[in-house]
């Protein structure tokens, strides 16, 4: 369950792939290495975040490293803020530690309120179906790699694959600020 301090500052991120080799051609992330991309990732997130922040991950942490459980546990440790992990599609039990601890994998979609806004949480991108009328929603999600934040002003869906975020979370106030510009 995701209990949101209504007082703290509030960031998303999603997809990070820690250790992972191949998305840097995959996404045509700009890091010489996965070792580049790791620190410069870890850096940019405590640059980001204080101990006083809270952090909604939304899936995809570490892929490719010979031990993961081992290392996972490490950079969760590392990273600033309070943290929520949300699985993503590459999060299995085999590579992430069970010191962990990520929300279950119950459902597809996660609501949280934040600050007077209901705010729908996903690994993946939102379907028309999984879109309720409320004028005050925010649809979160990752998955994509696309390096478009606004999936759709309109109906207020947003990617925060780190592609899109340059490589660092992003607040809840400058994501609000970014829809208004598409509004």
Not at 124 to 146: I, M, Q, R, W
Request: glycine letters at 4%; aromatic letters at 12%; hydrophobic letters at 35%.
């Amino acid at each position: 369950m995701i209990n949101l301090n209504q007082n703290k500052k509030l960031f998303f991120i999603s997809d990070l792939h820690l250790f992972h080799e191949n998305i840097i051609k995959f996404c045509n992330r700009p890091f010489k290495d996965a070792r580049e991309m790791t620190e410069t990732i870890i850096r940019n997130w405590n640059e980001t975040i204080t101990d006083e922040d809270q952090v909604v991950f939304l899936g995809d942490f570490i892929i490719g490293y010979k031990d993961p459980k081992g290392i996972s546990e490490y950079i969760y440790e590392c990273l600033n803020g309070e943290k929520y992990f949300i699985r993503g599609n590459h999060d299995s039990d085999e590579k992430i530690s069970d010191k962990i601890p990520w929300l279950p994998n119950d459902c597809k979609i996660r609501w949280v309120n934040y600050r007077d806004c209901s705010i729908a949480l996903s690994h993946y991108p939102f379907e028309k179906k999984d879109l309720k009328p409320l004028s005050n929603a925010l649809y979160v999600h990752g998955h994509t790699h696309s390096k478009n934040l606004i999936t759709d002003a309109h109906n207020r869906i947003i990617n925060v694959s780190c592609e899109a975020i340059n490589y660092k979370p992003i607040s809840f106030d400058e994501i609000l600020n970014e829809l208004s510009k598409d509004l």
